[in-house]
Nanobody, 122 residues
Framework: QVQLVDSGGGLVQTGGSLRLSCATSGRTFSSYALGWFRQAPGKEREFVASLSWSGGVTYYAYSVKGRFTISRDNAKNTVYLQMNSLKPEDTAVYYC???????????????WGQGTQVTVSS
């Protein structure tokens, strides 16, 4: 079992930055692929970014590529999402997630954080 706790959300103006964090506990953190997803009001949850257990393989949604960076610190059992050049359409609840195996965006993630709200004002 893996427990995930998201944090770092907030209100920011267009063009601003935020860094989300996800602290994990439970089974060996370094064995898991990690990802970030988001869900805006009235919309389905969508993939944002993911990375492999080593951090050597990353995936990004087209809408965030070049603006967001996912990273992990295995010593701290934490995964981060650095979000720059934020836009109003980035407004959503952001969730971190974990799975054992590939970080592929199409893979099913097994463990989820509780979510953290990100609001970008225009």
């Amino acid at each position: 079992q893996v427990q995930l706790v998201d944090s770092g959300g907030g209100l920011v103006q267009t063009g601003g930055s935020l860094r989300l964090s996800c602290a994990t506990s439970g089974r060996t953190f370094s064995s898991y692929a990690l990802g970030w997803f988001r869900q805006a009001p009235g919309k389905e949850r969508e993939f944002v970014a993911s990375l492999s257990w080593s951090g050597g393989v990353t995936y990004y949604a087209y809408s965030v590529k070049g603006r967001f960076t996912i990273s992990r610190d295995n010593a701290k059992n934490t995964v981060y999402l650095q979000m720059n050049s934020l836009k109003p359409e980035d407004t959503a609840v952001y969730y971190c997630a974990a799975r054992y195996g590939t970080p592929s965006p199409s893979a099913e993630f097994d463990y989820w954080g509780q979510g953290t709200q990100v609001t970008v004002s225009s």
